[in-house]
């Protein structure tokens, strides 16, 4: 059972996605856990990814590929989990805000979020802050994440911010931000409750967040 969840570990950390789907359905045929799948296998291998990346290591394709292989496991692995109510860490809306149609960033971010464990409900590019409300108000998560890329955009980030304090829902989540212009000081200053410089810490920071370590 070890050597099929390590086949697992090693397939994600090596970007290997068609070895990822197929180690997985042999642990299922061969009755390994869903949980142990998920936690030994697929989040276990994208700490490791985040690691390498730390580490310089692996670069932003690497991360990437990583990411990929890790979704693809996840394909199998995610309608077997809302079967069993198998829950999350958290729930976390994301999206780059309004103005802003920049993605590859925020879809890596998403995509290290899940292998964190976390349920993501991804908005896309140019969401205005009347969509990220409705999508609160419906999923009720626990962590909102808004990106942007450029600094004519960055100040979208407040104006969602202070729409939600508007419409009083502010207290109902913490807020992550981050993006190429997005400092720890502009997070401050706003009053988002964290900031990640890249996808690998956006995970970390989350997780601290959710008081997960």
């Known amino acids: 059972m070890e050597d099929l969840i390590q086949g697992i570990y090693t397939a994600v950390v090596n970007g290997n996605a068609s070895g990822v789907k197929q180690k997985i359905q042999a642990a299922l045929d061969n009755g390994v856990p869903v949980e142990e799948l ?7 291998a994208m700490k490791e990814v985040g690691q390498l990346f730390e580490e310089g290591e692996y670069f932003v394709p690497e991360m990437l590929i990583s990411a990929r292989a890790m979704q693809s ?11 069993q109510d198998i829950k999350p860490i958290g ?10 149609l920049h993605d590859i960033g925020k879809n890596l971010v998403s995509m290290m979020l899940e292998g964190a464990g976390f349920q993501i409900v991804d908005l896309g590019t140019d969401v205005a802050p009347e969509k990220f409300l409705e999508a609160i108000n419906t999923h ?13 955009t960055m100040t979208n980030i407040e104006k969602t911010l202070r729409y939600f304090e508007e419409n009083e829902v502010r207290n109902g989540f ?8 997005v400092t720890q000081k502009y997070a401050d200053e706003i009053g ?6 890249d996808a690998s810490q956006a995970a970390v920071v989350s997780k601290h967040l959710m008081g997960v370590a």
């Open 91 to 100: 729930k976390v809306v994301i999206g780059t805000v309004k103005g802003d």
């Open 174 to 181: 913490k807020v992550i931000i981050g993006g190429a212009p």
């Open 192 to 197: 988002a409750d964290g900031f990640a410089p």
């Open 73 to 83: 496991g996840m394909v199998i692995l995610r309608p077997i989990l809302v079967e």
């Open 38 to 44: 998920l936690n030994k296998g697929l989040i276990a």
């Open 140 to 152: 009720q998560p626990d962590i909102v994440g808004m990106s942007a890329l450029l600094t004519t």
